[in-house]
């Protein structure tokens, strides 16, 4: 009787920083998401988030940036942990879902895509949108799915609108963190002072790239940290802005200082309301020339490897666009909704709201280069080209 072939080996990792900081790290497709500073177990990875940098580096200097004595002794851990590491987008699929992405899945593969918002007046109005993050977050929370979350406040007394990440474990604190920033914040850099504080079962609430961190950490086995990762919220986001937008255009141009701002919104136009009760639009192709380094190359814009992703894009300016992706991110939508600490629509009653995901999910995955590997790109349509002026 013939004999079935073997199965191939898997091959063995052995790719570790100097891989890391050729391939990602000064290639254009490092984000930023400081997931390999957060899995080093050796404590040898800082993270500069100073001037629009917001890049992982080497501390010791023996063997120059792009050098490292523990992993030229075997240790891999940030190259596991990298959510933009050679071929993360089927690795992740294949450990979140069973399967790769169709390529007509521009939004990444997903079980539900509805219309949510709070209940709760509070939450809802100290909410970006709909206040469904929040709400995740406080009913997760008094349910026991998690002791802590991984968030993004604003430094010092917020009018630096510079956004740091930090640890929400009461509902003051959840509250504290609602709203959008548009500059960047690695909140997975909140890790060590949530596990320090005793904290068990954390949730992560990050842009698309550092909602990825969690599942590339479990696919390729980056050791304990995944571990601690209980629900993921994933926000969806085309781009982050350098913090010079604000002095160099927004008062450079408009005069409109930091200080003075209180709330910012993307719908079409960057929104921004003023503490004296102005509220001013400015055109986002002005904003483009500030857009941070590292959102360049990025290709998603879905979130798509959150338990369940969040944004407030469509016509309902105070529903939240919410694609659930897992069977932990469907139970909490589920039991939320059923005790009626959120309401929902179908995601059909706002068609545009969906094209629009798809659209911007399409655009953000023609940035992904050509000379990296392919997947993101799967069925990517080519942009259609620009017609000429007339004359």
């Known amino acids: 009787m013939a004999m079935a072939p073997e199965a191939p080996k898997k091959e063995r990792w052995t790719a570790h920083w100097a891989h890391l900081y050729d391939e990602v790290v000064t290639s254009g497709l490092c984000t930023g998401c400081a997931g390999c500073v957060v ?12 001037e629009g940098v917001y890049k992982p580096f080497h501390l010791e200097e023996e ?3 792009g050098g490292c004595g523990h992993g030229d002794r075997g240790c891999t851990s940030c190259t596991r942990a990298c959510p933009r590491f050679r071929a993360w987008e089927p690795e992740i699929d294949s450990f979140m879902f069973g399967r790769e992405r ?4 521009m939004e990444g593969i997903a079980k539900d895509v509805i219309l ?3 209940t709760d007046t509070e939450v809802h109005e100290r909410g970006q949108d709909g206040g469904l993050v929040s709400a995740i977050l406080l009913w997760a929370m008094d349910h026991g799915y ?8 604003l430094e010092g007394d917020g009018t630096s609108w510079k956004a740091i990440p930090g640890v929400a474990r009461t509902r003051d604190e959840i509250l504290a963190a609602a709203g959008s920033r548009y500059t960047y914040s690695a909140n997975t850099m909140a890790y060590a002072e949530a596990i320090a504080g005793g904290a068990e079962k954390l949730a992560l609430v990050g842009m698309s790239c550092q909602s990825s961190v969690p ?5 390729r086995k980056a050791g304990k940290v995944s571990r601690k990762f209980a629900l993921n919220i994933g926000l969806l986001c085309s781009k982050t802005f350098d913090d010079a937008i604000f002095e160099e255009l927004f008062e450079a141009k408009y005069g409109l200082k930091k200080q003075d701002m209180v709330k910012m919104n993307i719908k079409g136009v960057f929104q ?5 009760g102005d509220y001013h639009e400015v055109p986002l192709k002005e904003c483009h020339a500030w857009t941070r380094e590292g959102c360049k190359a990025c290709p998603d814009f879905a979130a798509e490897h959150a338990d369940i992703s969040t944004g407030g894009i469509g016509a309902f300016n105070d529903w939240t666009l919410t694609i659930v992706r897992t069977d932990v991110g469907r139970e909490i939508i589920i039991k939320m909704l059923e005790d009626g600490t959120i309401e929902g629509r179908p995601g059909d009653a706002d068609p545009g709201a969906i094209a629009l995901l798809r659209k911007l999910s399409t655009v953000s995955r023609r940035r992904w280069p050509e000379t990296a590997l392919p997947f993101p790109k799967v069925g990517v349509p080519a942009a259609k080209a620009k017609s000429a002026p007339a004359h």
């Open 39 to 50: 899995a080093c177990p050796h404590d040898v990875l800082g993270y500069n988030d100073a």
């Open 63 to 65: 063997g120059g940036p």
């Open 102 to 105: 169709r390529p007509d899945e």
């Open 116 to 118: 949510t918002r709070a």
């Open 146 to 153: 998690i002791d802590a979350a991984l968030v993004s406040y």
């Open 215 to 219: 599942p590339v950490m479990g696919a």
């Open 272 to 276: 921004i309301w003023m503490r004296n």
